[in-house]
């Protein structure tokens, strides 16, 4: 399968704990997106980088929130003192850069719930 | 902050007719991407409009970017079942950042 990947697909957890995402992207792909979605609603963009280079963050994004991409190849997102408004479903997608028309391309999630 | 605003929200259709979503955004922008997405599943790739004036077709389903207009629209023409889903508009301000509409969840009844 070449396609994104997520792990784990399913995290509960308590509040106040950290969690920690991963995301490996389409291998060619050298931009990577972290969604959050919440039901009923539209992804909302967290953060970007173009190989290992965090160029873009939310500015809704709390400090709680940190995404790496070490080697520009998969990423982690880390949530740290995890809340209840924190559950929703993390999505991440790749994209080839450069000329390409930047179609994204999503994974299959990450549902996170806080208890 | 660009904001991207889809109508209807809600969408209920008997198979057989026709119908467009509509997708309107708040700033200029040449790319807009719609997507769909099934109930539990993650979004999935329709069409890419790189430029005013640029129209797709893909089976049942074409869609039209007006850039001058700030418009995009999803038509569905004689609607089948497998297309019920959640259909997605997006725009990127610079390739950095997208914006995704609230989406609209089209049922299409037998």
């Known amino acids: 399968d070449t396609g994104v990947s997520q792990d784990p697909r399913h995290k509960i957890t308590k509040r106040g704990q950290n969690v920690t995402f991963r995301c490996d992207p389409i291998s060619e792909h050298n931009r990577l997106y972290w969604y959050r979605q919440t039901l009923g609603q539209g992804p909302e963009f967290l953060t970007y980088?173009?190989?290992?280079?965090?160029?873009?963050k939310s500015r809704l994004l709390s400090d709680r929130f940190s995404a790496e991409r070490p080697k520009g190849s998969f990423s982690t997102l880390e949530i740290q003192r995890t809340e209840q408004g924190d559950s929703a479903m993390y999505l991440c997608?790749?994209?080839?850069?450069?000329?390409?028309?930047?179609?994204?391309?999503f994974g299959p999630g990450t549902r996170l719930t806080v208890t | 902050e660009l904001k991207v605003e889809q109508n209807p929200l809600f969408l209920s259709m008997q198979e057989g007719k026709n119908y467009t979503i509509y997708c309107n955004y708040s700033t200029t922008s040449d790319r807009l991407y719609w997507y769909r997405q099934d109930p539990g599943k993650s979004l999935e790739s329709l069409f890419v409009l790189l430029s005013n004036g640029a129209v797709k077709q893909e089976g049942r389903l074409m869609a039209s970017l007006d850039t001058k207009a700030r418009l995009s629209t999803l038509h569905i023409t004689a609607a089948v079942h497998d297309l019920s889903a959640t259909y997605f508009c997006?725009?990127?301000?610079?390739?950095?950042?997208?914006?995704f509409g609230t989406g609209t969840s089209l049922t299409v009844i037998p």
């Open positions: 997608a790749s994209s080839l850069g450069g000329g390409a028309p930047l179609e994204q391309y």
């Open positions: 980088f173009q190989n290992e280079a965090q160029l873009e």
């Open positions: 997006a725009v990127d301000n610079t390739g950095n950042q997208f914006y």
